[in-house]
C-alpha cells in the first residue's frame, strides 16, 4: 500500500522589473493551482514551499501552505543544496519537487498515479521526471542520493539527467504531453497557455486581469496558422520530432523545424560557453530587420526559443531584459542587440513570439490540445 509523501515546491526570486513582476505573478498563480492539484491527490502531505520572496510567503501563509523561510546566507541560493536539506529535513524518504510554475496543466490524476507508485515501499531508488534533458518537477520513491550530487545541481533542469548518470537512479521520462512539459519559464508560455481547458482558476484569473489585448492577438493569430491548412509555421530552437509529429497527427500546415542545442543546459554547454547557433550565425551576419523579414517570407507564423541565440551570443541578458522583450516592451530592453532584435519582431508581419525551451515544446503541446481537431482530408 502506498504511504502519502511531501512535496515541496521552489518559488524564485520576483525581481525589479516590470516583466520580473508580471512573471512572478504569473508563477505564484500557477504555483496556487499546483498545490491545490496536489491536495486533491490525497496521497500528497505535507506540502512546503521555499519562496524567496517575503510577499509570496505571506500569501501562500495566509492560504494554509507550510512555508518555509530561506536561510539566511552570504552564498548566493544554490537549487541542488537547497533541495537536499530540505530533503534530509523530512527524513530523505520518498519527496515530490515541483518548480513552482512548472506544472501548470498537471492534473490531479496524473500526480495521483504517479505518487501513488513512488510512495510504494521498497521500492529501488525511483525518479519520475517531465523530462529527463530539461528536468522542471520530479517524483523520488526516495530522497537520499540527494546529498552525493546536490553539488552539480545549480538548477533543476539537470536533476533528472544527474540523478540517472551519476545518483545510480531508475530514471522514467513521462510521456510527452501538455500535462507534463508545460513549464512556465517565460510570458510566451503564460500566453500560450491562455485557452488551454486544464487550466487552474488562479492562473486562468491572473491571464484575465494582466494579458495584454495585443500579445492575446498574436496568440489567436497562431492559433489560425495551425488551424489553416496549408500554412506554414516555423519552429526555430531546443524543439524535438516528438512536437513535429505530434502537429503532423493534428493539424494539416507545413513545418519549417530548425533544431539547435537541445540540452543545452543539462550538460554544461551554456554554462562553459560551448553553445553555437548557426541560426544564431545568420542572425549576426544579416541583422535583426533582414533576418526577421526572411523568416516572414518562409512562414505564417514562428515560435522562437532564442535563449540559444542569447547562449551563442555568450551574452546572457538580464531577466529584465529577456522578459521585456518577449512582451515586446522594446523601450525597457538595455541590451542593444535584444531591444533591436525586439523592434524587429513587433513589426514582423506575420506573429512570432519568443521564450525559451518550454515554448518550442510543452506549451506548443497546449496550443495544439486548445484547438479542435483537423476536419478528415
Known sequence: MSHAIPAVLFLPPAGESAGEKWMSRARLAACRDTIENLRSTRLVSPIFVLAAEQEDRVALGAAGIEVLTPPASREPFHFGNSLAAVAASLGKGALAYFGGASAPLASSRLLSDIVAEAGQPGRAPTAWVNNTLSTDWAVLSSSEGLAGVSAKLTTDNPLGWVLQREAGYHVIA????????????????????????????????????????????????????????????AIIGRSSSAIWREIERRKQIWVRLFVEERGMLASGRAERGEVRSLVGELLDDWGPERFVDRLAAMADGLL???RVWMAHRGLWPSAADRF????????????PDLAALTCALKGARIPILTGGHSLVSGSLLALLESLPPAEPG
Open 304 to 306: 522562437w526559443d532564442n
Open 324 to 335: 521585456a522583450s518577449d512582451l515586446g516592451w522594446a523601450e525597457k530592453v538595455n541590451d
Open 174 to 233: 513521462l510521456p510527452a504531453s501538455a500535462e507534463t512539459q508545460a513549464d512556465i519559464d517565460t510570458p510566451a508560455d503564460v500566453l500560450l497557455l491562455a485557452r488551454h481547458p486544464q487550466v487552474g482558476q488562479a492562473l486562468r484569473t491572473f491571464i484575465a486581469d494582466v494579458a495584454e489585448p495585443g500579445l492575446l492577438r498574436k496568440v489567436d493569430e497562431l492559433r489560425r496558422v495551425l488551424s489553416t491548412p496549408a500554412s506554414t509555421l
